[in-house]
């Protein structure tokens, strides 16, 4: 008998799994993408105009004038998207789209690795039906690439049960170094990934594998300070950081008397000088009056894990032309026509949907982080670490925001598949499973 010349294999599970996943990530996503209309806001406006330079062939620029004021990585990616297609406001949602796409695929392989099947498709479900998340895909925000790679690095990892390959790790180094340059905050993580990494059994590679995680990391940023160095006079990831930390870490002013802090983007001097004198006072008030420093503490906590309807009236704000700081205009709910307007005051009107999905989601996911480490699960130490990291380094050193959260969202989402897989399973009286829970 003849063998046929073309066989045709049928996709693997894993294929067909991250396909679903991938699809109901779109759907979710897609009518928020096609009916409100849209608008830059705020680091989105940044974001996109020097993207939109970078494509230009006139580098990391904006108004005119080399910047380094947000990282590069994320306008560095744009760029290249918009130097094929042109920049425009679709591109960007387009490339939302694809990009919580792959953070879902990503995600349930990671959760596949902690605890099978079950496990990754529910993790996937839940970051694709998310709706707390659903609503970033409006904007240019760079989590949107700085999650699949942070999903790299804890995939790269965590691909052996003792210490990665060195090879493995190398790669990992990479991702993260690019990670860093998608968002600054992420600078401390080779340091304490690598720590972690010396953790690891045996103990005569995991000194290895760290020293090439800190090294390579630090090689792929090393070339984007040294141009900061000779073009912008100053070796920075960004020069945004005085900024950031002088919004709370400052006395406050009496009630009546609070003055507007504006971006120092007119030129590349202005950003240089305003990030060196606001990190200084920043750093001052820290020193000098620690206790009210600390005292602010639980408040940017509280707020840096709390819902608030931001995302939703941010669909409501526009801005156009060349300056990032001019134009903005609000548009009433009300006044918001056709389908987008319903899914906004839909929105609007069941705040109690995101805010049930929002604290449930935390509060049984981080017993589901903590159950997960004591039953050694994989991957479930290097999650936890990495969520606690950016709380306590969010709440002691920047401003409680909710949407700093959703950088480390997608991992929780890991455990918590694991502990609703289990609990599926002895609810079903599934033996097999249960004895795997128990032992």
């Known amino acids: 008998m003849r063998r046929p010349l073309l066989t045709v294999r049928r996709p693997s599970g894993v294929a067909v799994d991250i396909s679903v996943g991938a699809a109901v990530s779109v759907l979710v996503r897609l009518p928020w993408v096609i009916f409100v209309r849209h608008g830059l806001v705020w680091d989105s406006t940044y974001y996109f105009y020097s993207a939109k330079s970078i494509a230009a062939g006139h580098g990391y620029a904006i108004n005119g004038h080399p910047t380094a004021f947000l990282p590069v990585g994320w306008p560095a990616f744009l760029g290249g998207v918009f130097a094929l297609t042109g920049p425009s406001i679709w591109t960007v949602l387009v490339v939302n789209l694809l990009l919580w796409a792959v953070i879902t695929a990503l995600v349930y392989l990671l959760a596949r690795r902690v605890g099978g099947r079950a496990t990754g ?180 906590f509280i707020n840096l894990m709390s819902w608030a309807p931001a995302p939703i009236l941010t669909a409501l704000h526009f801005q156009h032309g060349p300056h990032p700081l001019l134009g903005a205009t609000f548009t009433p709910p009300a006044s918001v026509p056709g389908p987008g307007g319903t899914l906004i005051r839909g929105g609007l009107d069941n705040t109690w949907i995101f805010r049930v999905w929002h604290y449930a989601f935390w509060t049984v996911g981080g017993v589901a982080m903590l159950l997960a480490l004591w039953r050694r699960k994989q991957a479930a130490g290097l999650i936890l670490l990495l969520v606690l990291f950016w709380i306590v380094f969010h709440s002691v050193f920047f401003f409680g925001d909710a949407r700093f959260m959703i950088s480390v969202t997608p991992l929780v989402a890991v455990p918590l598949a694991w502990m609703l897989a289990r609990g599926l399973a002895m609810f079903r009286g599934d033996t097999e499973e249960l004895s795997a829970y128990l032992n």
């Open 121 to 300: 498709l529910i993790a996937a479900l839940i970051v694709a039906t998310s709706p707390t998340l659903t609503l970033y895909v409006l904007r240019a925000y760079s989590e949107a690439l700085f999650i699949p790679l942070l999903l790299l690095v804890c995939l790269l990892l965590t691909a052996e049960r003792g210490t990665p390959k060195l090879r493995t790790t190398a790669l990992a180094g990479v991702c993260l170094g690019f990670a860093i340059l998608v968002r600054s905050t992420a600078t401390p993580l080779p340091v304490i990934l690598s720590l972690w990494l010396l953790l690891r059994r045996p103990m005569r590679e995991s000194w290895r594998a760290a020293l090439a995680l800190c090294a390579v990391s630090a090689a792929v940023v090393a070339p984007w300070i040294l141009r900061n160095e000779l073009v912008m006079h100053a070796p920075v990831l960004s020069t945004n950081g005085g900024f950031t930390l002088y919004l709370t870490d400052r006395p406050w002013p009496p009630h009546g008397k609070h003055t507007v802090l504006m971006w120092a983007i007119a030129s590349a001097r202005d950003e240089v000088q305003q990030n060196l004198h606001l990190t200084h006072l920043a750093e001052s008030y820290m020193l000098h009056d620690t206790s009210k420093w600390l005292e602010a503490v639980p408040g940017k």
